[in-house]
């Protein structure tokens, strides 16, 4: 990057302070190294995407990076502990239960709203001394040659790094800068996301009921409420988008069932279509890929974020142990890449499967399902092993994820 000048430079430049990107900021910040986040939209903007109004069910291993990164008791005072569990099919004869208290834990996971951890990273990282904040700024090109990532902003300012992050979600401008393809597999199916009120309390139980229409999940959040995914399809979300409450809340209720008693109130409606988008690598000169712009995936199985936040606990742990080298170096990035390996191909592929298993129609499909739930809520074995799956223990854990801190000789952030 000789020659040519830059109003940042810096050893990091992270685009992207949604919720991956912010956690990876907070992570870093404490190294020593220089670093610059640029984010297009502030976190209290009602267009801000990654902090919007949906909920997202998290990981005990995600709750552990939180706690890390000093932002976790934020959070759990608007958080619900999931103590179970319940998958089920509307009119089938399979059900099944995943209970945190046989499972000897005290709880599955959490239920957040994004708005609260989005509000409790940001309020974290204005105070991180040694972090650049360029909020609202956007990230217009990103270019590279040896030395390092040139990121132009919109307002004509240009960052200079030695490593980029690309944090900037499912279509990346730095994962394209730097080369990087996606493959994308459209699901023609669109996530309605709503929050409703029941009649009967919902005792910390996540449900998971596959309806004929598509998956509902029914995640429990404060003062009763419970924060809906609807996956439907495009014309019958279009169909039900366009109902006033009450009926909406009848085609709900039908499609949900009961146990929940009578969903009495609904929240407005949102809609957010479904694909899985796979970046074709995480790692590019110069350029560090993680969260949303290295796969989008669908909300089905509730793991887009919690492998998001694995990718930013995992690329600061290979940046705090390379100390001292170059961050953007073909060694550091290949570590990162080679580590993530494992955990993203296998929380793609489950994801995937899972999506294609409940979307078919086939009846001998539909039968081996009710079946498979049913042998599922009898054998221990794979109740633990997807308990643990849910908790985020598939394959190595960095650190953080682990409760231990970043820097072996270094407590947890106060
Ligand atoms: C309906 C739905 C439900 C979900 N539920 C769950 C769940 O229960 N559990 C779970 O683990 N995951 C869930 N997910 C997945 C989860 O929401 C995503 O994995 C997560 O939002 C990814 O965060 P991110 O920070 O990587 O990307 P994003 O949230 O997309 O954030 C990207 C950020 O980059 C900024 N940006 C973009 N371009 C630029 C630019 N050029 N310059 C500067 N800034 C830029 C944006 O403003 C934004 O703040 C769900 C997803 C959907 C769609």
New binding site residues.
């Given amino acids: 990057m000789s020659g040519v000048t830059a109003d940042y430079d810096c050893d990091v430049a992270i ?8 956690s990876l900021a907070l992570a870093l910040s404490g190294l020593g190294l220089s670093i610059t986040l ?4 502030l976190p209290e903007d009602d267009a ?4 919007d109004t ?6 005990n291993g ?1 709750r552990r990076v939180f706690e890390g990164l000093g932002v976790w008791e934020e959070i759990a005072r608007e958080a619900t502990a999931i103590a179970k569990i319940h998958i089920s099919e509307r009119g089938r004869f399979g059900s099944a239960v995943i209970d945190a208290a046989e499972q000897g834990i005290p709880a599955l996971g959490f239920v957040a709203e ?1 708005r609260v951890m989005g509000r409790a990273l940001w309020r974290r990282l204005r105070h991180v001394t040694g972090l650049t904040l360029l909020a609202p ?4 090109t990103a270019t590279v040659d040896a030395s390092g990532s040139r990121l132009a902003l919109m307002d004509g300012r240009v960052i200079r790094a030695r490593l980029a992050v690309a ?8 994962r394209e800068g730097a080369g990087v393809g996606a493959t994308s597999t459209e699901y023609g199916q669109v ?1 309605l ?1 709503a929050q409703a009120t029941p009649g009967r309390a919902h005792q910390q139980v996540a449900y998971e009921r596959f309806a004929s229409s598509g998956p509902i ?1 029914a ?1 429990p959040i404060p003062d009763g409420r419970v924060g809906l ?1 609807w996956t439907l399809e495009p014309s019958e979300a279009t169909r039900i988008l366009a109902l006033d409450d009450a009926p909406f809340l009848a085609e709900l209720q039908e499609a949900f069932g009961w146990r929940l008693g009578r969903l009495r109130a609904i929240s407005q409606r949102y809609a ?1 279509p ?1 694909a899985l988008i796979k970046a074709d690598a995480t790692e590019a000169p110069r350029t560090a890929i ?4 290295a796969q ?2 669908h ?1 089905i199985a ?7 936040l694995r990718d930013a606990a995992t690329l600061a742990e290979v940046l705090a142990d390379t100390l001292g080298q170059d961050p953007g170096s073909a060694a550091v990035l290949a570590r990162y890449a080679q580590w993530r390996r494992r955990d993203r191909d296998a929380i793609i592929g489950f994801t995937d499967g899972l999506v294609r298993l409940f979307s078919s129609r086939f009846a001998p499909v539909r039968f081996a399902r009710g079946l498979g739930l049913l042998l599922f809520d009898l054998s221990p074995t794979a109740k633990s092993a997807m308990s643990r799956l849910s908790q985020g223990f598939a394959g190595r854990l960095p650190r953080l994820a682990r409760g231990l801190p970043l820097l072996p000789d270094r407590g947890l952030l106060p």
Wanted: charged share 5%; net charge neutral; aromatic share 6%.
């Fill in positions: 685009v992207g302070g949604g919720l991956v990107g912010a640029v984010e297009a939209v801000q995407p990654s902090f949906r909920t997202t069910a998290l990981s995600s994004n700024a956007v990230v217009v944090a900037d979600g499912i279509a990346s401008r730095v996530a996301i999940a995640l995914i957010y479904l993680i969260g949303a712009a989008g995936m909300p509730g793991q887009g974020f919690n492998l998001g």
